[in-house]
Every structure is written in structure tokens, then in C-alpha cells.
Nanobody, 125 residues
């Protein structure tokens, strides 16, 4: 059974930092792109960042560019999202996702086949 388990969310003051982790189990995603999405209350799920299987292709949403970075450790089957200079509008549930086929990053949620349960990030002013 494939599982993606996020961790690292929490409550943080604006301007602070958090690092999210997503550990995969049940299969390896060494050859697959992985990404982070987020969903705020009353809003659609949106793409935040994605990383190709090799790490050579990284895509960051404009809304977080310059503040968030994504990385992966294939030996640990884990992907990370480093979030700096957090703003209240970053408040959302953050989801890790993985593609079952395809090593390139895609921005649409439909392109991802495996999802974590989400971790809450709350940024207060």
C-alpha cells in the first residue's frame, strides 16, 4: 500500500519559517515527479511546487517564488518544502503528491496519482 505522510506543519508568526516533509512508503518514487499543493478554506487546491525525479527540474508557483524551495532525497524517498518569509495568505492545508508515471513536473492536480493526508499550516500576523 502506497502512503505519503506529511509532517512539519504548524502555527507560525508571519515572517517565520517551516519545513514540511513528505515520506513515501510502499513503493519508491525515484523515477517520478513529486509536488506540493495547498488548499485554503473555500478555495480550490493549488499547485505550490514540484520537482522532477532527478531534481533537475523545479517549478515554483509565482505566489511563493523566492520564499519557498522544494528538494528531495531519493535515498530516503522523501520530498521537502522549505517555507520562508511566511505570510498569513499562506495559511492552508498542504498536500504532498506523487505521479505514478512520469518524471517531469506538472502543475495540475489530476496529473498526480498519490496524495498525502495533508498538514495544516497556519500563519498569524
Amino acid at each position: 500500500q502506497v502512503q505519503l505522510v506529511e509532517s512539519g506543519g504548524g502555527l507560525v508568526q508571519a515572517g517565520g519559517s517551516l519545513r514540511l516533509s513528505c515520506a513515501a512508503s510502499g513503493r519508491t518514487f525515484t523515477n517520478n515527479a513529486m509536488g506540493w499543493f495547498r488548499q485554503a478554506p473555500g478555495k480550490e487546491r493549488e499547485f505550490v511546487a514540484g520537482i522532477s525525479w532527478s531534481g533537475s527540474m523545479i517549478v515554483i508557483a509565482d505566489t511563493v517564488k523566492g520564499r519557498f524551495t522544494i528538494s528531495r532525497d531519493n535515498a530516503k524517498n522523501t520530498v521537502y518544502l522549505q517555507m520562508n518569509s511566511l505570510k498569513p495568505e499562506d495559511t492552508a492545508v498542504y498536500f504532498c503528491a506523487a505521479r505514478s508515471l512520469g518524471g517531469l513536473v506538472r502543475r495540475t492536480a489530476d496529473e498526480y496519482d498519490y496524495w498525502g493526508q495533508g498538514t495544516q499550516v497556519t500563519v498569524f500576523a
